[in-house]
């Protein structure tokens, strides 16, 4: 009876967190509509909704005589031109309004439709949490936002293949949404294809029948700018963006990007249009005879998109649903795979790769590579395997009982005894020192404040008889090798030493390198404050005390240099310095885990030659660097609240500790057997 009570009081707490979770999710989905909406109507008349308004504008191609194609500005196809052309008549102010909710509308609508079409069975929290979480993807990638700025119509294909796929009843209704579709965006017959060999021939043929309906009549109504798409331009290759352009997300693109052209380009392509066809259309049927049709959906999505002569980015929604997929045995490598389609399609690939020549190759096809590995690549699990439900459950460290006994460690931050998966772990570094980068350039007051902070912070050094910059600036100017060597360690070995240290955790010791990790995170984060709250002039800018920049030369106050980076970050964000900061803390971590004291005690000269760099070149003032000494301690601290200590308990310990807390797969297990999943139309 006492099991039987705290069971019922444990599924209402479960049931009440997750409906005030829902609840949360649909409010943030409301608050992502209307940012969108926003965004798109704030912008002047003539940079909102370009597309749509060059197609049904007053000068549009829709209400001028003459051929859709004459210029570059329509890249429909001939039957999207004859659909659109009723809007070209009627067109009004309102009209930017109403198409912006209307495509809000058919984003609602597309992830409702993809939220019950996830593959069964699914706890009853996923399926309540699904749709709202869908929706709020949809409005955040990359495709969704520039369909919306741009006035495109490239959410409708996506959304009538998944209504073909999961809502229509009979094969004939679904395989007339899927040729409406193809008919808007041709590489969307391939789903003709893919419906005929999974043993739906009827709605196969019934595709490819109104494909070649809704195309003979545009051919009918508008037979020149038929021929002009379809002939002319081969089914749209070289309309709108040169094919060579980063928005061009196909292997075509990628492949004129590489250098090729002619006919070697062209027989490449062929060739390798081929080989992903074959591939990937193999992957979605299998996947769709497993049950997982909203998988071959996307993976035959993804096809479609490498194999296009252009696939713009407002037509690499496919890629997102391919998030669907569940790849890895374990419990620590099930997100990697969605976070990755995540960040991919929501994000820029600038801020997802350092801006270096050796990364363009793949920052600038991120997108197409992303589609090419869902659709050939990516090894998801097929319903049978053992996997699919219960993953290989994680080893959590266990620390040993912290100090504060009475400060309570968040029960969801874990320390996992294994290393993290490399390439997300780099991915998630470089995302975030992206939006560390950005925060701190857009934290700033002015020279103005600057400056007087500046001048208030010489004044206390002064109070308290430590303003040995100046001297230390100019003693340092007449010894020429010291100058060259503190300039070198200054510009040189803020990245290369934290990153080595990180390296080798990461390789020899994980679970401390996952604390060191949130240690420097959580200091960085906390610099962001200071960066923001106090501008401060560093010495080299202040006008009148004389100091030398020993690194970038004498300076113009009003626009200051910073060498080639000058445009992309803040000269004013001084306080804190995570020069030391950073520093410090690659010292802390040298001296708590060498095995050795000679790497201890060379470890500890690192911030002694930062804090002498950084002070010698004119860089920082002395408080700059007490700055980033309590930022570091505040980064520990914060890491040492939530994870509790570095010191882990020993396996013995563990052992019994996952005795008393079931894991995650038994937990499944269990709930598996009360019946807390739902099936899913596949």
């Known amino acids: 009876m006492a099991n039987a009570e705290h069971s019922v009081r444990g599924n209402a707490a479960t049931g009440a967190r997750t409906g005030a979770a829902r609840a949360v999710l649909w409010l943030v989905v409301a608050l992502l509509a209307g940012r969108q909406m926003a965004v798109v109507l704030r912008q002047p008349p003539g940079e909102r909704l370009t597309d749509l308004e060059t197609w049904i504008g007053e000068n549009g191609v829709l209400h001028v005589t003459g051929s859709l194609y004459d210029s570059d500005r329509f890249t429909g196809t001939p039957f999207a031109g004859l659909v659109l052309k009723p809007l070209a008549r009627t067109a009004e102010q309102s009209l930017g309004v109403a198409w912006t909710f209307g495509s809000l509308l058919l984003v609602a609508a597309l992830g409702l439709v993809a939220a019950r079409a996830l593959p069964g069975p699914v706890s009853r929290r996923t399926a309540l949490l699904a749709a709202p979480v869908a929706i709020s993807l949809l409005m955040l990638s990359l495709p969704v936002r520039n369909a919306l700025h741009l006035g495109q119509t490239s959410i409708l294909p996506v959304l ?12 004939r209704a679904s395989g007339v949404l899927i040729g409406i579709a193809a008919a808007l965006q041709p590489t969307v017959l391939l789903f003709a294809v893919l419906l005929w060999l999974t043993g739906r021939r009827r709605a196969a043929v019934a595709g490819g029948t109104a494909f070649a309906a809704c195309t003979a009549l545009a051919w009918a109504v508008m037979p020149h700018d038929s021929w002009s798409y379809w002939v002319h331009h081969v089914a749209g290759a070289g309309l709108g963006d040169t094919a060579d352009s980063l928005a061009n997300q196909s292997m075509h693109g990628a492949l004129l990007r590489f250098g090729l052209a002619g006919p070697l380009e062209v027989g490449l392509f062929l060739l390798l249009a081929a080989v992903v066809c074959y591939v990937g259309l193999r992957r979605a049927v299998r996947y769709a005879n497993d049950g997982q049709l909203l998988l071959a959906v996307a993976v035959t999505g993804c096809v479609a998109v490498a194999v296009s ?5 407002h037509q690499l929604l496919w890629v997102l649903l391919a998030v669907v997929g569940r790849a890895g045995t374990r419990a620590s490598d099930r997100l990697v795979w969605p976070a990755i389609v995540v960040l991919v399609i929501t994000l820029p690939g600038k801020i997802l790769l350092p801006n270096t020549p050796v990364a363009f190759p ?3 096809n991120v997108l197409l590579l992303a589609a090419l590995g869902a659709a050939c690549a990516a090894p998801f699990l097929p319903r049978s395997s053992p996997y699919w439900q219960r993953p290989i459950p994680t080893d959590y460290a266990l620390p040993v009982p912290a100090r504060w006994s009475r400060v309570p460690l968040l029960p969801f931050w874990r320390r996992v005894l294994s290393r993290p998966n490399l390439l997300l772990e780099l991915l998630l570094i470089r995302v975030v020192y992206s939006g560390y980068a950005h925060v701190r350039l857009a934290a700033t ?14 004044s206390l050094e002064k109070w308290l008889h430590i303003d040995i910059e100046h001297w230390a600036n100019h003693a340092v100017v007449h010894i020429g090798w010291l100058k060259s060597f503190f300039d070198y360690y200054y510009s040189t070995f803020h990245f290369i030493v934290p990153l080595a240290i990180l390296g080798v955790l990461y390789v020899r010791r994980p679970a401390d390198y996952r604390w060191a990790r949130s240690t420097l995170g959580f200091a960085t984060l906390v610099a962001l404050l200071g960066f923001w709250l106090y501008p401060l002039a560093p010495p080299r800018l202040m006008p009148g005390l004389g100091f030398i920049d020993t690194v970038h030369g004498v300076q113009d106050f009003a626009k200051p240099d910073y060498g080639t980076l000058t445009s992309m970050t803040n000269q004013y964000a001084a306080m804190p310095s995570l020069h030391f900061g950073w520093s410090l803390w690659c010292g802390v971590m040298i001296v ?3 095995p050795k004291l ?16 950084i002070v010698a070149t004119a860089n920082h003032w002395v408080l700059d660097a007490v700055g980033g000494a309590l930022v570091i301690g505040l980064g520990f601290v914060l890491t040492y ?11 013995a310990d563990r052992a019994a500790g996952a005795e008393r807390n079931p894991s995650t797969a038994d937990r499944a297990a269990s709930a598996e057997a009360t019946g807390e999943t739902v099936g899913s139309k596949t």
Not at 160 to 171: K, Q
């Open 598 to 613: 000679w790497m201890k005690a060379l470890g500890l000269l690192h911030p002694l030659f930062t804090v002498s760099a």
């Open 592 to 594: 708590m885990l060498a």
């Open 309 to 313: 002569p252009t696939a713009w980015q």
């Open 641 to 651: 609240v939530l994870a509790g200590p570095r010191k882990l308990q020993p396996a």
């Open 362 to 364: 793949v920052r600038d």
């Open 445 to 458: 007051a002015g020279r103005g404040t600057a400056e007087a902070h500046g001048r208030q912070i010489h």
């Open 160 to 171: 009538l293949v998944l209504l073909g796929c999961f809502v229509a009843r009979g094969e």
